[in-house]
């Protein structure tokens, strides 16, 4: 009897409105509508702004959503609204791209945008969940990340010019696609500044392991620009992926009997299951082999020996996505924008 009680209590509770607010703060409707829209056109106090959050707190308003898409149009509601779609679950799993999602929603928290929802691109197979979710009415943007990972067919490339044509903001993140304005980083180019530097500390025996991608080009100019033997059968050991292919990658090495100098991982994860191999084995790193990744995770810094790696502007490439979408700057087709960040050499102990 007593919870039937508490609860028609609650149900008869009065809406809380601006109005409400601005009356117990003491200030006009229209400067808590302004505070509460986040808007930073216009300069408002800053004591004057923490007494209005503060009576919003104490007396729990709650902006209504359906009055805020009524007033303004259901797209028009939504266009601060983004959606962020990644390539799988294991993304999670994966600290370079939880650094590229932070900057995501470092910078729409505060430019007052919202992440509306994550998922992962086979979810949007489902055409519910894909028409309830990829609409004008519920996002202005969205933010396609790593996507190119999981294209395998036809039908992955009509569901991907799908998203496209709903939303015209989208922007790729760590890949490029034709037509998509695209932020990422030069891959090919961080391998060849690696190869070159591993050349400069004297390693001229110097071999490959990680994602055979535009980094294994990079290694090969590296080399050609060094006059040093550039075929890929020469130097390209292993395709890895992550700490465990890395491990296996360095093990397989190992019984085939070669061990070159200096070996490039293809990221920071290849390399540390490259050094945990070799640790178990008894090889000293940078001794007996000079080992460097790309990346520059946290981790790296905390390895034994602390890695040598390339950093790459991670939390950047998710920040620059977000900004070119509140700056109105996302092309599409021909005006379609790749910025591409630069990369730079993270000398520690490894080589």
């Known amino acids: 009897m007593e919870d039937e009680v508490m609860r028609t209590t609650d149900e008869n509770k009065k809406t809380v409105t601006q109005n409400d607010v601005a009356k117990a703060a003491g200030v006009t409707r229209s400067m808590v509508s302004y505070v509460i829209s986040g808007n930073t056109d216009r300069s408002v106090a800053p004591e004057t702004r923490k007494r209005i959050l503060k ?74 969940l894909f028409n309830e979710l990829i609409h004008p009415e519920s996002i202005g943007s969205v933010i396609l990340v ?17 998203i496209h044509e709903r939303i015209e903001k989208t922007v790729c993140v760590e890949w490029k696609a034709d037509g998509y304005t695209s932020v990422l980083f ?74 070159p100098a200096a070996i490039l991982c293809g990221s920071d ?21 000079a080992i460097m990744g790309i990346d520059n995770i946290e981790i790296s810094a905390y390895t034994n020996p602390p890695l040598t790696t390339m950093n790459v502007q991670k939390r950047n490439m998710g920040a620059r996505a977000v900004e070119m979408i509140i700056n109105n700057t996302v092309g599409n087709g021909e005006d379609a924008v790749c910025i591409s960040l630069p990369t730079e050499i993270v000398e520690r102990k490894s080589c």
């Open 269 to 289: 994860e290849v390399a540390m299951g490259v050094m945990c191999y070799l640790n178990e084995k008894n090889i000293s790193i940078p001794q007996q082999v």
């Open 146 to 162: 790593a996507i190119n990972q999981v294209l395998k067919t036809e039908e992955d490339e009509k569901l991907l010019d799908r």
């Open 55 to 128: 009576v919003i707190e104490e007396l729990g308003y709650r902006p209504n959503k359906a009055a805020q898409a009524l007033q303004l149009g259901d797209v028009a509601f939504a266009s601060k609204n983004i959606g962020v779609v990644l390539c799988n679950e294991n993304v999670f799993l994966r600290p370079f791209y939880t650094e590229i999602i932070a900057g995501i929603h470092s910078v729409a928290h505060e430019n007052n945008y919202n992440v509306k929802f994550i998922h992962f691109f086979d979810e949007l197979k489902n055409p519910v």
């Open 186 to 259: 030069d891959r090919q180019e961080a391998a060849r500044k690696a190869v070159t530097y591993l050349i400069k500390k004297g390693y001229e025996d110097i071999a490959y392991i990680g994602h055979n991608d535009e980094r294994v080009f990079g290694v090969q100019q590296g080399l050609l620009q060094n006059n040093l033997a550039a075929t890929q059968e020469s130097f390209f050991l292993a395709q890895a992926f992550d700490m465990q292919s890395g491990y296996l990658g360095m093990k397989q090495v190992l019984e085939n009997g070669k061990l």
